[in-house]
């Protein structure tokens, strides 16, 4: 069964940087629209940022964020900058079996993993 294994999660002080990683042992990441995802206690999970499956096409909730894709590493990464403690939530990143672009319905993603926390102090 494959399951993506998100990493890099820490607690920051606001004002600081992240860099989230996301992988997918025995699954390979070319090909596929990856999201990443958040979500904090009793609130719904949303869609932070999105790379199309040729790197092409970026979607992103906040300038602040940033993805790439390193095919090569099947890797693929998020950057947060000058985060917020409303950014505090649990990282998840997971794949578009649907479609090759970006798409917010979270639905149409599978290969869930475990999630890394993320925690903004201010």
């Known amino acids: 069964q494959v399951q993506f294994v998100e990493s890099g999660g820490a607690l920051v002080q606001a004002g600081g940087s992240l860099r989230l990683s996301c992988a997918a042992p025995?699954?390979?990441?070319?090909?596929?629209?990856i999201g990443w995802f958040r979500q904090a206690p009793g609130k719904e999970r949303e869609m932070v940022s999105c790379?199309?499956?040729?790197?092409g096409s970026t979607e992103y909730v906040d300038s602040r964020f940033s993805i790439s894709r390193d095919n090569a590493k099947n890797t693929v990464y998020l950057s947060m900058n000058n985060l917020k403690p409303d950014d505090t939530a649990l990282y998840y990143c997971?794949?578009?079996?649907?479609?090759?672009?970006?798409?917010?319905?979270?639905?149409?993603?599978?290969?869930w993993g475990q999630g890394t926390q993320v925690t903004v102090s201010s």
């Open positions: 790379v199309s499956s040729s790197g």
């Open positions: 997971a794949a578009n079996l649907m479609r090759t672009l970006c798409s917010s319905l979270i639905y149409e993603y599978s290969y």
């Open positions: 025995g699954f390979s990441l070319d090909g596929y629209a």
